[in-house]
């Protein structure tokens, strides 16, 4: 059973939840060739996070980004302020989501549900890019 591993650099975007399933599949072509097997996706950062949700209707990562927001205030007295008012919200926001996916392939695509997309849950106003670590395995 073959391994592939790639490191999938992300451009910066704005706050909140952006479709990346595509970005992903692009990144394993190898993916097509794997009948049976598992994709791991993991985030190398502690301020964004990862996770699987509806891609149909926009509303939905929207309105993830707002309860978010009521659950991980800025204005909440924290502690940990050195990197601005968004940075310990978007731990706490990551801490809530995933910093990684496993999702099952099967006939040389990602087994997602019909309305499944995977996000990128960017928790700050100034992100930098991020990077995800693509390990996909399957016969």
Known sequence: ???FQRELQLPRVARGLHLITAR????LPELRSINLGLLHVFILHTSA???INENADPDVPA???TAFD???PEDFPYRHTCEGKDDMPAHIKSALSDTSLTIPV???RLALGTWQGIFLCEHRDRATPRR???TLHGE
């Open 63 to 65: 309105d993830l980004e």
């Open 106 to 108: 099967r006939g040389g």
């Open 24 to 27: 992903i599949e692009e990144a």
């Open 1 to 3: 059973m073959p391994w």
């Open 49 to 51: 996070s990862l996770t």
């Open 132 to 134: 995800l670590i693509l």
């Open 70 to 72: 009521e659950l991980a």
